[in-house]
Structure formats: structure tokens, C-alpha cells
């Protein structure tokens, strides 16, 4: 039987998933794909430069071992790099490219350690005296990586904060952006990567800054007429950390003096790290240009934590208060609260004090009269399951149906004002919403809800259903 890429690629995985966790396996190992193997070296594609650095930094052992067992010890490794979505200087990604091009090719021998990276570019500008004022980083010490729990809902933006704090400006996550809702934990993240940046490189500079903050600033900046001043102080920052960035929506001048620090941080090596409540493609009012630069580096979200990470969070608050608390009693919380990490630890918050004030001892009884407070007292974020719960009971169908494949055009308007509702009520992005509701794109939940808005307008029955379901889900 001839040797194929595929055969020994699936060799080498066999050997790899036996000595890795399975979600480490899961996230770095299945995206892969062999491509083509020549003499004793195997093509492999990754996708994108990110992967292929971090395979290099954790991963480069076990490859060598693995590879070596099936061509042995003259093996070698060639990463074919995929690089979509790149803009800016460097060279798009496209099919026919020779292979000598190494903007989309990069090869690397497994025993050989990732050394050839561009080294950081310096600064060029810099004011007199001005490096002799100490900047405080305004960063919170107690937002760390060690109390921000991973799970399923973060793993991507957490790997990638630590790839981030590791290199800061030598990844290709360079802007990291990372959306999500409100309490998921985007701000607790930005502050953990800094710190983490200022323990490993305290000589660098670090600055975390709402948005905000940073167009008053701004705009205190041109009434006293040193716009200059206020540009060249944040060229000179290392690290820039910018808190909720969609706050930029609308304001022009703002945006066009981001625009220019922006491209100083970034053409010079600087990191900057970006929080939203949404993905680029949902923000409003930003301009495309900016729009476009924070799609050169990585849109990392965060989602609602499933249930065990919810418990995994509980557990570690309540060791770090030491606190003592019976696991159906931590369970009963994490399972009737889920909408955001900040709720969450919020009612267990209210627990503990209620028992210690009131001298009551922790009981499920209790739990439940907190939590029943808790929820009733807390706006209540729709998830998107439940959207599809309500959106299934008005049309009486089951969920599985909703999220079906089927082209049956009552079950096909069910799934579009589900989707409608989705991005109506969440602060998902379209590709959760899609990926949430039968494995669509971000396209097909756009489709759905322009028809929506078309079909409310011009259909009487459908304008009705769209009036029902937004009763059912504004109680």
C-alpha cells in the first residue's frame, strides 16, 4: 500500500491524541489538513499564522516525535499558512501562488525552534523628557488569568490573551479583539493580558483606557489646542488597552485620530488589545477604514458559559473567599443562573451575606428565595435558546425542527424570525447566532433577517406573528 500525506498525518495523530487532553487536541490538531508528502516531508495546512506559531511554541515536540516514528530522523514539517482576511502590507493569500512565495508558504523543520520572526521595530518617535514620565498602566490586579476560568465559551480568547501576553506585538494577533455581551468577562480579560505583559516586561510601557475616557481626553485635547501632544503621548505607549471600542460609534474626530495612532502602534510593533459588545462586522457608525484595521489581527468572542464552566467559576470564587459551600447548593445557582459571569457570581454574593447577616445557615431553601429575588430584580438578557424555545411553541414545533436542514417554507420563516429575534434581543454576533441556530453563517442569518423586515412590511399575517413573539419575548 502506497504512503500517502493523509495516512501519515492520521499516523501522527493517532500517537498525538493518546498524549494531549482531548480540548487541546480539539481545538489545535483537528483543523489541520495533510496536504502532500515529498520524500520524508509532510505538508501540512494550518489556518492561519496564529496556529502555526502556537504549534511552534507548545506543540513542537510531540510533532517531532510523532513525524519522526512514521519517515524517520531526516523528517520534516512544512507548514502551508492560509492566509485569509489579511489586509495592509502584507501579501494576500491566493490559490495560485508559486510555492516559492514565502508570504503563503512558511516552512519549518520540526527540530528546528521558531527563530526567524522579524525583530520588534523600535519606536522612532520620541519627545524630549517625555520617557522620563512614568505612565501608570491604570490596570486592576486582581483581573488575572488565574481567576478568569476557561471552558468552551472562552477557550479561543483566553488561548489567544496568552499567546498576546507572551509576544506582545510579535503575534498575529495584532489588533486581539474580544466581543461579547455584557458580564462574559471582556474586561477582566484586557486587564489579565496586561498584567501579565507588565510581570514578563516591566519595562514596557502599558495603558488600559475606556473608550470613553479616551475621547474626553480627546476632546479636552483640541480645546486646549495640544491635539498633537495628546497624539504623540499614546504613540509611545507599548501595549494599548482599549475598553468597549464601539463607544467610537458616531464620533468622527475621534475616530480619525484612533485611525492614526492606530496605524503608529502597529506599523512599529506595539500590541493593541480592543474590548466590544459586538463583532466589527455588527458595529454601527464606525468608519470602514477602522473597521478594516481591527480585522488585520483576531475577533475573538465570548459566550454565555455552559453549565460547567458556570460551576467551575462558583467553586473558585468561593475558594477564593474560603468560603464553604455544599455542591447542590453551588449546582442549584449555576444551573438557574446563566445569562453572564457577573450574575453569577453576584447571587452567590448575595448568599453568603444573607446567611452571615441574618445568621442562617446555606440551605437549597435559601438558594432558592435568593436566586427567585436575584432573577426577578436583574434585567433579564434573552438567550438565543430561548428565542427558539418561544419561536417553536408559537409555530408548535419542536427546536429540532427549527434548526432542520428542511426548505418547507413555514418551518423555514420559523427559523428566520428566530434568527430575526436573535439579533434583535442578544448582543450575539450573526455567526454565533447562525452557528446556534443550525449550524448557518453569519450570511444566511443576514438573509433572514432582511426578509423579515421585507415580509413585516408587506405581509399582514407575518407582521402578526412578528407582533406576537415580540410580546412573548418583551414579558
Same mark, same amino acid.
Given at each position: 500500500?502506497?504512503?500517502?500525506?493523509?495516512?501519515?498525518?492520521?499516523?501522527?495523530?493517532?500517537?498525538?491524541?493518546?498524549?494531549?487532553?482531548?480540548?487541546?487536541?480539539?481545538?489545535?490538531?483537528?483543523?489541520?489538513?495533510?496536504?502532500?508528502?515529498?520524500?520524508?516531508?509532510?505538508?501540512?495546512?494550518?489556518?492561519?499564522?496564529?496556529?502555526?506559531?502556537?504549534?511552534?511554541?507548545?506543540?513542537?515536540?510531540?510533532?517531532?516525535?510523532?513525524?519522526?516514528?512514521?519517515?524517520?530522523?531526516?523528517?520534516?514539517?512544512?507548514?502551508?499558512?492560509?492566509?485569509?482576511?489579511?489586509?495592509?502590507?502584507?501579501?494576500?493569500?491566493?490559490?495560485?501562488?508559486?510555492?516559492?512565495?514565502?508570504?503563503?508558504?512558511?516552512?519549518?523543520?520540526?527540530?528546528?525552534?521558531?527563530?526567524?520572526?522579524?525583530?520588534?521595530?523600535?519606536?522612532?518617535?520620541?519627545?524630549?523628557?517625555?520617557?522620563?514620565?512614568?505612565?501608570?498602566?491604570?490596570?486592576?490586579?486582581?483581573?488575572?488569568?488565574?481567576?478568569?476560568?476557561?471552558?468552551?465559551?472562552?477557550?479561543?480568547?483566553?488561548?489567544?490573551?496568552?499567546?498576546?501576553?507572551?509576544?506582545?506585538?510579535?503575534?498575529?494577533?495584532?489588533?486581539?479583539?474580544?466581543?461579547?455581551?455584557?458580564?462574559?468577562?471582556?474586561?477582566?480579560?484586557?486587564?489579565?493580558?496586561?498584567?501579565?505583559?507588565?510581570?514578563?516586561?516591566?519595562? $514596557?510601557?502599558? *495603558? @488600559?483606557?475606556?473608550?470613553?475616557?479616551?475621547?474626553?481626553?480627546? &476632546?479636552?485635547? #483640541?480645546? %486646549? /489646542?495640544?491635539?498633537?501632544?495628546?497624539?504623540?503621548?499614546?504613540?509611545?505607549?507599548?501595549?494599548?488597552?482599549?475598553?468597549?471600542?464601539?463607544?467610537?460609534?458616531?464620533?468622527?474626530?475621534?475616530?480619525?485620530?484612533?485611525?492614526?495612532?492606530?496605524?503608529?502602534?502597529?506599523?512599529?510593533?506595539?500590541?493593541?488589545?480592543?474590548?466590544s459588545d459586538k463583532a466589527p462586522v455588527?458595529?454601527?457608525?464606525?468608519?470602514?477604514?477602522?473597521?478594516?484595521?481591527?480585522?488585520?489581527?483576531?475577533?475573538?468572542?465570548?459566550?454565555?458559559?455552559?453549565?460547567?464552566?458556570?460551576?467551575?467559576?462558583? $467553586?473558585?470564587? *468561593? @475558594?477564593?473567599?474560603?468560603?464553604?459551600?455544599?455542591?447542590?447548593? &453551588?449546582?442549584? #445557582?449555576? %444551573? /438557574?443562573?446563566?445569562?453572564?459571569?457577573?450574575?453569577?457570581?453576584?447571587?452567590?454574593?448575595?448568599?453568603?451575606?444573607?446567611?452571615?447577616?441574618?445568621?442562617?445557615?446555606?440551605?437549597?431553601?435559601?438558594?432558592?428565595?435568593?436566586?427567585?429575588?436575584?432573577?426577578?430584580?436583574?434585567?433579564?438578557?434573552?438567550?438565543?435558546?430561548?428565542?427558539?424555545?418561544?419561536?417553536?411553541?408559537?409555530?408548535?414545533?419542536?427546536?429540532?425542527?427549527?434548526?432542520?436542514?428542511?426548505?418547507?417554507?413555514?418551518?423555514?420563516?420559523?427559523?428566520?424570525?428566530?434568527?430575526?429575534?436573535?439579533?434583535?434581543?442578544?448582543?450575539?454576533?450573526?455567526?454565533?447566532?447562525?452557528?446556534?441556530?443550525?449550524?448557518?453563517?453569519?450570511?444566511?442569518?443576514?438573509?433572514?433577517?432582511?426578509?423579515?423586515?421585507?415580509?413585516?412590511?408587506?405581509?399582514?399575517?407575518?407582521?402578526k406573528y412578528v407582533e406576537d413573539i415580540?410580546?412573548?419575548?418583551?414579558?
Amino acid at each position: 500500500m502506497s504512503v500517502t500525506a493523509q495516512t501519515v498525518w492520521n499516523n501522527c495523530l493517532e500517537f498525538i491524541k493518546d498524549n494531549i487532553q482531548p480540548q487541546a487536541y480539539k481545538t489545535w490538531f483537528e483543523p489541520i489538513q495533510a496536504v502532500k508528502l515529498t520524500d520524508n516531508a509532510l505538508s501540512i495546512q494550518v489556518p492561519s499564522k496564529f496556529f502555526y506559531e502556537w504549534l511552534e511554541e507548545h506543540y513542537v515536540k510531540i510533532l517531532k516525535v510523532s513525524l519522526t516514528k512514521e519517515l524517520g530522523e531526516k523528517a520534516k514539517l512544512v507548514y502551508i499558512i492560509k492566509m485569509e482576511n489579511t489586509y495592509g502590507n502584507k501579501q494576500p493569500f491566493t490559490e495560485k501562488i508559486p510555492s516559492a512565495n514565502r508570504s503563503a508558504m512558511k516552512s519549518q523543520e520540526v527540530d528546528v525552534p521558531l527563530n526567524n520572526k522579524s525583530p520588534e521595530l523600535r519606536n522612532p518617535f520620541v519627545i524630549p523628557g517625555i520617557r522620563n514620565v512614568k505612565i501608570e498602566s491604570q490596570l486592576n490586579p486582581n483581573y488575572s488569568f488565574e481567576n478568569f476560568l476557561e471552558g468552551d465559551s472562552n477557550r479561543l480568547a483566553r488561548s489567544a490573551g496568552l499567546a498576546v501576553a507572551s509576544k506582545p506585538g510579535g503575534t498575529s494577533f495584532n489588533p486581539l479583539l474580544i466581543f461579547g455581551g455584557v458580564g462574559l468577562g471582556k474586561t477582566h480579560l484586557a486587564h489579565a493580558i496586561g498584567v501579565d505583559i507588565k510581570d514578563k516586561y516591566p519595562e $514596557k510601557t502599558v *495603558l @488600559y483606557i475606556s473608550a470613553e475616557k479616551f475621547t474626553q481626553q480627546y &476632546i479636552d485635547s #483640541v480645546k %486646549k /489646542n495640544n491635539r498633537n501632544d495628546f497624539i504623540h503621548f499614546y504613540q509611545i505607549i507599548d501595549v494599548l488597552i482599549i475598553d468597549d471600542v464601539q463607544f467610537l460609534s458616531g464620533k468622527t474626530g475621534t475616530q480619525d485620530v484612533f485611525f492614526h495612532i492606530f496605524n503608529h502602534l502597529h506599523q512599529n510593533g506595539k500590541q493593541v488589545i480592543l474590548t466590544s459588545d459586538k463583532a466589527p462586522v455588527d458595529m454601527q457608525d464606525i468608519e470602514q477604514r477602522l473597521l478594516s484595521r481591527f480585522k488585520w489581527g483576531l475577533s475573538a468572542e465570548l459566550q454565555t458559559p455552559d453549565f460547567e464552566t458556570r460551576v467551575s467559576i462558583l $467553586k473558585n470564587k *468561593l @475558594y477564593r473567599d474560603g468560603v464553604d459551600m455544599p455542591d447542590d447548593i &453551588i449546582e442549584y #445557582v449555576a %444551573k /438557574n443562573i446563566k445569562s453572564n459571569v457577573r450574575e453569577l457570581e453576584g447571587a452567590i454574593i448575595s448568599l453568603i451575606a444573607q446567611s452571615s447577616f441574618n445568621k442562617k445557615e446555606i440551605t437549597i431553601d435559601l438558594a432558592r428565595v435568593i436566586v427567585e429575588k436575584f432573577v426577578k430584580n436583574t434585567k433579564r438578557e434573552v438567550s438565543i435558546d430561548y428565542i427558539q424555545k418561544v419561536v417553536s411553541d408559537y409555530f408548535q414545533m419542536d427546536i429540532d425542527t427549527l434548526q432542520s436542514k428542511t426548505r418547507k417554507r413555514h418551518i423555514v420563516q420559523a427559523r428566520q424570525l428566530a434568527m430575526f429575534f436573535a439579533k434583535k434581543f442578544t448582543k450575539a454576533s450573526l455567526a454565533s447566532i447562525g452557528s446556534q441556530i443550525g449550524k448557518r453563517d453569519h450570511a444566511t442569518v443576514l438573509h433572514a433577517c432582511k426578509t423579515v423586515d421585507n415580509l413585516s412590511s408587506t405581509d399582514k399575517q407575518f407582521k402578526k406573528y412578528v407582533e406576537d413573539i415580540t410580546k412573548k419575548l418583551s414579558v
